[in-house]
Nanobody, 124 residues
Framework: QVQLVESGGGLVQAGGSLRLSCAAS????????MGWFRQAPGKEREFVAA???????YYGDSVKGRFTISRDNAKNTVYLQMNSLKPEDTAVYLC??????????????????WGQGTQVTVSS
């Protein structure tokens, strides 16, 4: 089992930045891949970014060039640096983990473990 806890969400003005963190605990000796998804009210969950155990990354089209995913394996933590935020980035951001550490997946079904989410609100 892997437990995931997100932090770093909040209220920011358009054009601003936030950095989200996702701390993993439990079965952290495994080499797992990580992803970020987001869900806005009334919308389907959307893929944001993913990173493999070795650092390969993959981004959703709507965040390319603005968001950066990274990880610190020693701290069992994954980060999502979000720059040039837009009101349409407003959502609950969820962290996810897969034990297939070599992959970077944009599919929700590719992840076995999920955090509770952190709210990001971007005002215009």
């Amino acid at each position: 089992q892997v437990q995931l806890v997100e932090s770093g969400g909040g209220l920011v003005q358009a054009g601003g930045s936030l950095r989200l963190s996702c701390a993993a605990s439990g079965r952290t000796s495994s080499r797992y891949g990580m992803g970020w998804f987001r869900q806005a009210p009334g919308k389907e969950r959307e893929f944001v970014a993913a990173i493999s155990w070795t650092g390969n990354t993959y981004y959703g089209d709507s965040v390319k060039g603005r968001f950066t995913i990274s990880r610190d394996n020693a701290k069992n933590t994954v980060y999502l640096q979000m720059n040039s935020l837009k009101p349409e980035d407003t959502a609950v951001y969820l962290c996810a983990a897969t034990l297939y550490g070599g992959t970077v997946s944009n599919k929700q079904t590719g992840y076995a473990y999920w955090g509770q989410g952190t709210q990001v609100t971007v005002s215009s």
